[in-house]
């Protein structure tokens, strides 16, 4: 959950001069920052540094960042889903695997896991069609219920670019990966049922294939826990709405949960931090497994403090366990 980032002095500090897209491609950049929360605040995992539109100009698309992501030509007809090449991820964005590849070396004298990621495809698909983030994704979902057909062809094109990309971060060394289904959570049960898990499930059952677990992350997901383990996805990741007593006893033995306190908590004194690590920890003993993480990314106001007060209670949790 975004480690690295605009809260960490020391991450503002190799960021200047450079764009962001400069910095996501930039092997030497990228590797420092995500080496920097292991170092800084002694996280026991590491997320590869990149975002989740860094595979988008492979198929393309011309995409920029104002800080989120922006697309040049938004996808509105068939004909601009079809003009959409799918080529090997190795070829178009050799970077990133030169960046797994490296840390995975910088990480095996720790011992410390690393994690890849992809952006899930309902997400991917909205940020195409509306053209950069909004509250609603209203012009996305307007596709999906004027043109079914079309989004369908659109989220089966992002599935297997997906696949691959995953495919290949694990075979460069990523231990397990995460898939960010940022905004499936504006869908309803129903609709979540025929536009996203679809593609959580063939993506589970490729990923499976490889030996590393594949976790799911839903935000705002709360209401779709059920559905989402329908996925397969050995790990399901919550957002910090969401109840993590009521998700432990619906995966129970099928599935190990990770999260989800609130970033926005950090700004707690950190006796209050660790009480809430607690809480989280115990609520989630009913499910397989659980990993202690926040329920969303790091803001760009979090305190570095607050940061370092949950791993602390984190790994004191692991201490008395
Ligand atoms: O923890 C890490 O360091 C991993 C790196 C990571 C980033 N983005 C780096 C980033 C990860 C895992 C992501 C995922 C991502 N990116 C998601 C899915 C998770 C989520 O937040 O819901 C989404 C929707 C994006 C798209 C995106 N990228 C947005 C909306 C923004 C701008 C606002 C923001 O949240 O910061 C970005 C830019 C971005 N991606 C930054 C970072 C560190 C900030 C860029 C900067 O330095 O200016």
Known sequence: MRQAGRYLPEYRRVREGVSFLEMIRDVERSVTVTLQPVDLLGVEAAILFSDIFTPIPGLGVEVDFRPGPVVAHPLRSRDDVRALRVEDPRKTVPFVFEIVRRLRAALAGPEIPLLGFAGAPFTLAAYLVEGAGSRSFSQAKRLLHREPE??????????AMTVDYLEAQIEAGAEAVQLFDTWAGLLSREEY???????????????????????????????????MLESGAPVLSLDWRCDVGAAARLAGPRASLQGNLDPCALSAPSAEIARRVRAIAEAARPARGHVLNLGHGCLPDTPVEGVRAFVEAAKALGANA
């Open 193 to 227: 049922r025929e536009w996203a898990l679809p593609a959580h499930a063939e993506i589970a059952r490729r990923v499976a294939r490889t030996g590393a677990p594949l976790i799911l992350y839903v935000n705002d997901g709360a209401h779709v826990v059920d559905l």
């Open 150 to 159: 079309v989004m369908r062809e659109l989220l089966e094109l992002l599935t």
